[in-house]
Nanobody, 112 residues
Framework: VQLQASGGGLVQPGGSLRLSCTASRTLYIMGWYRQAPGKQRELVARITSGGTTYYTDSLADRFTISRDNAKNTVYLQLTSLKPEDTAVFYC??????????WGQGTELTVSS
């Protein structure tokens, strides 16, 4: 399984951005982790093929996860971005056997 993430970049505080991650095949769960400089990687959000979502509580009001099953693609819409959101965002996925797959990271920098 290959996961290709894209969409990172430099954004001003208060801005928005959408990350995308496309898988080489259909997977049950797709989602995102992030790793800020000097911090541990943390789960941001995940979504099942049926559309059930989960968010880390502190991020749910600003981040929205969605997916297009026909395109094997998951999206993460980021809004009201803060400098502390600066991180590398990693796409991940699980199949129904719960095997875990990482994609490469895409870097977000929030700065004026």
């Amino acid at each position: 399984v290959q996961l290709q993430a894209s969409g990172g970049g430099l954004v001003q505080p208060g801005g928005s951005l959408r990350l995308s991650c496309t898988a080489s095949r259909t997977l049950y769960i797709m989602g995102w982790y992030r790793q800020a400089p000097g911090k541990q990687r943390e789960l941001v959000a995940r979504i099942t093929s049926g559309g059930t979502t989960y968010y880390t509580d502190s991020l749910a009001d600003r981040f929205t996860i969605s997916r297009d099953n026909a395109k094997n693609t998951v999206y993460l819409q980021l809004t009201s971005l803060k400098p502390e959101d600066t991180a590398v965002f990693y796409c991940y996925a699980r199949n129904r056997a719960m095997d875990f797959y990482w994609g490469q990271g895409t870097e977000l920098t929030v700065s004026s």
